[in-house]
């Protein structure tokens, strides 16, 4: 598996998994591998949902005119009221 | 009674005087015609009603304040000064401001942009692209200090925490927000490393959502190259930035369910697939197993064993008869072999020396013949064992 697979991609290719094992005339050989492949996209998936949310981040143009991404102050966003 | 003769210069001014003085700062409703821009920013055009019509100016400064466009037919109310213009003799009225009579000038500006834009394709269905199923990065443009990002916080993080929101702040309201809008969305396309906008604020009167409908942001979502969720104030608002984003969303937390999916669904889409990958794979197992068993029980199956079995069988026959052959013809050879060694042994000189014969030797020659020799001459005699030297003492012919 790529280190730079996204989500999108897993589910994209999970979809084609999907697809290709109904559709029967494949060897089962093939079919295993990609059973096994299903399974690490799934886990992969499942772990992407399972992340910690991501701090906010903050785009903007500095001093000298260049955009660029700094981490948002939270105190700068009200809570709920 | 001598008669008062004014000059045209000091009957002008008079009139001036009376009119200018006479009509303070007044009100006038009545339909635009003869509408002209002049290269100079400054508007000039007729209002007219069924009878009668009356000049209009309106300088540049004051008409860059006017949010709608002025246009033959439209019907105003506006503000404004009686001026006689001395060179011409002409009275006309010096606008200060206007408004559409019977809608609001918003509404107006709104329905008139609204107008443009469609006519030039800016909302066609062709350019409205998809957005991402599952956007990493989102962009918002809005206020920091706003309801709208602190919702579309909360939706997010709720349904995908992963996706990275970025926000650019901007004001949304008032003087140069919409430059700030616009300018946002610009700067999110050159930076690129978003998946897709929301653009948009909490909810608030039509003055306070005003940036969302100007053309600027328009221009600026239509020109974006990511694709732009529109959000701006509550489900009944209706904005221009509506029409020309991507998709719009009734609200900025609608926007935020729009743009990611929910973590708990996708969780079960993929207990659904690890269920369907085992389920169809364990199928093919047990098929496959059944289909092997009904082989190997066939005919076809077993004809070919058959096969193998019986040149098999003949293979061994084939061994078999060839090692007859070879100890047959090794018996052959053994003894033939005897024979010839019986024959050689009958043949050697030394056999037949063995049966009592001798050899005479005349200088190392076999003697063949009586003619070989003299009287007197030495012949070595080589018997089966040992040798003596003879002398011929007798020569003669036959036995």
Redesign the interface.
Known sequence: MKKTQ???QA?KR?EE??QS??S?DIP?ED??K??EE??KL?EF??G??G????K??????NTEGE?G?TP?DDS?????? | MEKHIYSVSSLTRQIKEVLETGFPRLWVEGEISNFKRHSSGHLYFTLKDENSQIRCVMWRFKAGELLFQLEDGLKVLVEGDIQVYEKSGNYQLIIQQMQPAGIGELQLAFEQLKKKLQGEGLFDAVHKKVL???P?KV?VVTS??G?A??DI??VI?RR??????????VRVQGEGAAREISS?IA??N??G?VDVLIVGRGGGSLEDLWAFNEEIVARAIFSSRLPVISAVGHEVDYSIADFVADRRAPTPSAAAEMVVPD?RE??GV?AY??E???Q??RQ??ST?RERLENYRRSYAFRRPEDIVFQKMQQLDELIRKIQVAILHHLQIKRHSWHNIQQQLRALSPLGVLQRGYSICYKDGRIIKDVSQVQMLDLVQVKLSRGQFLSQVQMLGEGE
Do not use: H, N, W
Request: charged fraction near 25%; glycine fraction near 8%.
């Open positions: 996204s989500f999108e589910m999970l998994i999907s094992l109904e029967g089962l079919s295993i990609l059973y299903g399974i799934i998936c499942q992407k949902l992340e910690a949310e991501k906010v981040q903050k785009l903007g143009r955009l991404k948002l700068s966003i009200p809570g709920e009221e | 991402p199923p599952y990493e962009g920091p200090t309801a990002i602190r916080i909360s993080s995908f925490p992963s996706t990275e929101i970025i926000l650019y702040p946002a700067d999110f050159e930076y490393k973590r996708m969780l993929l697939y690890r369907k990958f085992s169809t794979v093919k197992i496959g």
